[in-house]
């Protein structure tokens, strides 16, 4: 089935250091979500890439869609400690037999020491 | 507007007990679905309703049945909970199956003893 992996599992960092994500399916991918889990809460939608190539930023944070739509990416420049939390993205494969199903990769926690 | 609400918030069950988590949304979104969150795993999609209507299986469906009651409730439940059903679970919404993002609620945290 499909499967959507995120590396690295955990990351500490310094505030002020720049922290990126990546995401890799192993299926074509129709779409990418990421969303941002505080400690304790619930997830929140960040964002979504559609086109093969797509670059989108929000403030410090920048969202890459592979050319292949087999992989995304999230950088977060000059992280501070309201970033704190866990970055999952979340894939839907290529098919209308696959409507509705949003596949969540493991998730990145990120660290951010003052 | 409240968004997604869950409920209870927390549960302790015996082995064998039966259960239904209830949600709700109030955003008029056609699809709703559930995922369990278990440390390291992610989140996992169990059930899904992309409309009123319908359900389809998901990642885990196994020990789970769901209800679509009306556009806007869809609940979950275990019939005979087991330890390996301990879990956060969360309800979400969105406005359909395809290109939108999904609102969470702020989930249940479940123990099966």
């Known amino acids: 089935g499909q499967q959507v992996m995120q590396i690295p599992q955990y990351q500490h960092v310094q505030e002020g250091e720049d922290f990126t994500t990546y995401c890799n399916s192993s299926t074509t991918l129709s779409n990418i979500q990421w969303y941002k889990q505080r400690p304790g809460g619930h997830p929140v939608f960040l964002i979504q890439l559609v086109k093969s190539g797509e670059v989108k930023k929000q403030k410090r944070l920048t969202f890459q869609f592979g050319e292949a739509k087999k992989n995304s990416s999230l950088h977060i420049t000059a992280t501070q400690t309201t970033d704190v939390g866990t970055y999952f993205c979340?894939?839907?494969?290529?098919?209308?037999?696959?409507?509705?199903?949003?596949?969540f990769g493991q998730g990145t926690t990120l660290q951010v020491k003052p | 507007n409240a968004g997604v609400t869950q409920t209870p918030k927390f549960q302790v069950l015996k082995t064998g007990q039966s259960m239904t988590l209830q949600c709700a949304q109030d955003?008029?979104?056609?699809?709703m679905y559930w995922y369990r969150q278990d440390p390291g795993m992610g989140l996992r999609l169990i059930y899904y309703s992309a409309s009123e209507g319908t359900t389809d299986k998901g990642e885990v469906p196994n020990g789970y049945n769901v209800s679509r009651l009306n556009k806007r409730e869809f609940s979950l439940r275990l019939e005979s909970a087991a330890p390996s059903q301990t879990s956060v679970y969360f309800c979400?919404?969105?406005?359909?199956?395809?290109?939108?993002?999904?609102?969470f609620g702020s989930g249940t945290r479940l123990t099966v003893v």
């Open positions: 979400a919404s969105s406005e359909g199956p395809l290109l939108y993002g999904y609102t």
């Open positions: 955003m008029n979104h056609n699809s």
């Open positions: 979340a894939g839907r494969a290529f098919g209308s037999s696959n409507t509705g199903k949003l596949i």
